[in-house]
């Protein structure tokens, strides 16, 4: 028996013994060594996701550790290997993953939410989740599974966060946090000597929260912001949203799914498409020095390569804004 922190209520955690499976074929058993909090956890923790998360659970999605003990065919995979969890399992057999879009399938297991996570001593997983790390990444306590699995596309404005001298000089760009709730990534800002943060989901076609703290806070200290989740966990992803799609990580309810739908019509008629402008939007704000995806397979960084790259006019931003479908009050 191994002990492992588990989320029992709202503003609950306690430890507890817990029986480690024995990894079985294609599975190995970790001992994490850091575990990230992530904005996420800090939702489940205050009661925001119990229709979700079953208790009690096991949370932790950013993680990195050691591999103790494999299972039955395993190969290229030893222990005492160092590694990190990529936490996303999906099942290959819904419509979403035939299509290549495994990040929105209809049964995705997002594990440390909707299975157990890395918040204990001992862990087993599958092998096609495991990323390798240097031997000496379990010498750094914040190292952050967000941190090392992020692709970025070219940004918009070709700057830095502090601009450097002249072409050769070596700089050093104290990043901050990521999060997916604004107040705290506010706080980073205005409290601490952070560089840039890293804007999940509130900066996108449906939520301009960062309006409100996160992007006129980077203004006033001349810091940067990295958008990311630009597609709200899945519902701009597709030129035409449908029923049953994800809304930050949970289905998507009826009048958010009605206003994609509103936005991609727009879209239409100005010649681009929903995901094109899911991309290019939160680029538009002098604080967003890049936006960063999440991509799984050559065909999904084709797609988004092409869809960064696709034209979308201003117009665009104009209609949205009269019909009301963005707030009157985005700087474009």
Not at 76 to 101: E, F, K, Y
Not at 197 to 225: C, E, F, I, N
Request: glycine share 8%; with cysteine; proline share 8%.
């Amino acid at each position: 028996m191994t002990l492992a922190a588990r989320y029992t209520a709202a503003r609950t955690l306690d430890t507890a013994p817990t029986e480690t499976p024995a990894p079985g074929p294609g599975e190995v058993e970790l001992a994490p060594a850091y575990v990230g909090i992530c904005g996420t956890d800090l939702h489940i923790f205050h009661g925001d996701m119990d229709t979700r998360v079953h208790t009690p659970a096991v949370l932790g999605h950013e993680m990195s550790g050691r591999i103790v003990r494999v299972g039955p065919e395993v190969a290229g995979w030893a222990p005492g290997d160092t590694v990190s969890v990529m936490p996303l399992r999906w099942d290959n057999t819904c419509p979403a993953c035939q299509n290549g879009h495994q990040h929105i399938c209809q049964h995705l297991d997002f594990i440390g939410i909707d299975s157990p996570g890395a918040m204990q001593q001992r862990w087993t997983v599958p092998t096609s989740t495991l990323i390798r790390l240097p031997d000496t990444a379990h010498r750094l306590p914040r190292l952050r599974r967000r941190q090392l699995h992020t692709r970025h596309h070219p940004p918009r404005r070709r700057r830095m966060a502090r601009p450097m001298t002249k072409t050769g000089d070596l700089a050093s760009v104290l990043a901050g946090a990521g999060m997916n709730q604004t107040p705290m990534l506010t706080r980073f800002l205005h409290e601490t000597a952070a560089d840039l943060v890293m804007l999940a989901g509130r900066y996108t076609l449906l939520d301009q929260t960062a309006l409100d703290d996160v992007l006129p806070s980077a203004q006033q200290h001349g810091k940067s912001v990295v958008a990311v989740g630009v597609f709200n966990s899945g519902l701009l992803s597709r030129d035409r949203p449908a029923e049953g799609m994800k809304y930050d990580y949970q289905e998507a309810p009826p009048d958010l799914v009605a206003r994609a739908r509103a936005i991609a019509d727009v879209c239409e008629e100005h010649g681009t498409s929903l995901p094109a402008a899911a991309i290019a939007f939160p680029a538009t704000h002098a604080s967003t020095v890049n936006v960063t995806l999440g991509m799984r397979n050559r065909e999904q960084v084709t797609r988004n390569v092409e869809l960064q790259r696709s034209a979308v006019p201003q117009s665009l931003w104009d209609e949205l804004r009269y019909q009301g479908l963005i707030r009157s009050d985005v700087p474009i």
